[in-house]
C-alpha cells in the first residue's frame, strides 16, 4: 500500500509533503495525520527545511476528515481523539507553510489548508466546510480561522449550509492569495517556498509569528509584539548583511544569525 504521506527530500529550502490517499480523495484520518505531525517535527528540526509545501492532488487536496474514522468513535473516542495534539503541532510549526490546493478541500481539508500561511488554488479548487450536512460542525478551525479570513458573512453561509466556494470566490473572500492553473498550482507553490528560504530565517519566522498575532491579540498588543520583534532583528547580523548589500549594490548572504 502505498504510503499515505509522501514526503520530498527538500530542494533548495522547500520541501514537499504531498496527501496520498487518493481512493478517497485524501480523507484525513488518524494515520495519515499523524505522519503528517511526524514530518513537520522533522522538517522543524531540519535547516535544510525553510519553508513547506502542503498538497494532495489534481482532484482533491483533502476531502475533510475520514468519515468511516469518524463514524467508528463514540464521545469517549471523540474526548479522547489524538487528532486533537496532530492540529494543534500543524497550528505551532514555525517555518512558512504553502498550501497548494487543487480540487476539493473541504471540512477537516478546508481547515488544513487554512493552518498554511500562504494559500495558493488551482482554478478548479473547491473549499467547504460541510459538516452540517453529517450533522456535525467544523471541529479544526472552520468556524474560527474561515471567519477570520472571509468575515462573518461567508463564512456563517459556509459553514450552516455546507455550499462550498470555488477559486474566484475564495480569492475574491481572501481565503487565498493567489489562482493558477491547476497542473501549475503546486510549481507556483514551490516557487514561493524557494523566494521564502532565500530570506533571513529569524526575520522569516518573527514576521509568521507577527502576522499570526493579529488573529490572537488586541492592535495595541499586536503592536507591542511586533515592536519587540522588529527590535530583536536589529541585533541579528542578517539584518547588517542586508543593509549592506543593499548598499552594496548585491545579493545578500543571510545565514540565520
Ligand atoms: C471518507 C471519503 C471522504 C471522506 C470522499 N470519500 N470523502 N471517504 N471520508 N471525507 C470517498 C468516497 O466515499 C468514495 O469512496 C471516494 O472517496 C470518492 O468520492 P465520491 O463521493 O465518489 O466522489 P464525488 O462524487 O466526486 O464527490 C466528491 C465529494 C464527496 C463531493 C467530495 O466525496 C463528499 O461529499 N465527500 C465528503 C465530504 C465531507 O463531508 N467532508 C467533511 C468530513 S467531516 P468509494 O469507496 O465510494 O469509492 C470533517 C470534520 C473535520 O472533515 C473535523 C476536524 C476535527
Redesign the pocket.
Known sequence: MPHNLLVDAPEQGVQVLTLNRP???N??NTDLLNNLSKALDDAEADPEVRAIVITGNQ??FA??????E?AARDLVGILE?P??AH?ERIARFTKPIIAAVNG?A????C?LAMHADILIAGENARFGQ??I??G?M???G?TQRLTRKVGEALAMHMALTGEQINATRALQAGLVSEISQPELTVERAIEIGQTIARKAPIAVRLTKESVRKADDMSLSDGLRFERHAFTLLAGTADRQEGLDAFREKRSPRFNGQ
Not at 473541504?106 to 481539508?109: D, N, S, T, W
Open positions: 481512493d478517497v480523495l480523507a484525513l482532484k482533491a476531502a475533510g476528515a475520514d468519515i468511516n469518524m481523539d487528532r486533537v492540529w476539493f473541504l471540512g477537516g481539508g481547515e460541510p459538516e450536512n453529517l456535525i467544523p471541529g479544526a472552520g
